[in-house]
């Protein structure tokens, strides 16, 4: 997802956190924990996190360069770059829903655990260590889908803005790819 042309970027500490969380999570595809006084054990599915370090590396790099090419003048050229960031912008925004979508779907599974954990009248019981380490698993699977869903949304704008700057600023070149562009998408 990444081009010779783009500036290198160094991640926020946030950004650092998540996926030095989401490297330790893709350790394991999948963690039982044992319950206390029932013979069920707790299956947490963690196949969310399949590749999830390796993408919010790559969209961070395509988010920052999107920024930098949004808030300068474009240069026609640069026009190459320019189109393949605001197809690569479009690509980091499709894949970091998807992302979100698959660990939501998971978090709506352990959101159900938590609940019953939490009902006095269910058998479920885990020790306090299990507990916290499941409500850290559950808040951090909600920061990632806050977090992505706002990465999503920033990479669209960014992108439509991309694709508009092309249009504008980048010639006849950038008018003409612009119409082929909307032609495709039939608007």
Known sequence: ??????????????????????????????????????????????????????????????????EMSCNRRLVSERFNYYRNLHYRSFTAADLCHAKR????????????????????????RVDRSTYDQLIALRSTMYDLVDYLGKRRDMLNIQTATIRDKIRNECGERGQRWYNELMQRAGK
């Open 1 to 66: 997802m990444n081009d010779v042309d783009d500036v290198k970027v160094q991640a926020s500490p946030q950004q650092r956190r998540m996926i030095s969380e989401a490297r330790n999570y893709h350790a394991r595809k999948k963690r039982v924990y044992a319950t206390v006084s029932s013979k069920e054990s707790i299956g947490i599915d963690l196949s969310w996190s399949e590749n999830l370090a390796e993408l919010l590396e790559a969209t961070e790099v395509v988010y920052t360069n999107a």
């Open 101 to 124: 979508e698959e660990i939501w779907s998971h978090l709506s599974s352990l959101r159900k655990i938590v609940a019953r954990l939490n009902d006095r009248s269910d058998s479920l």
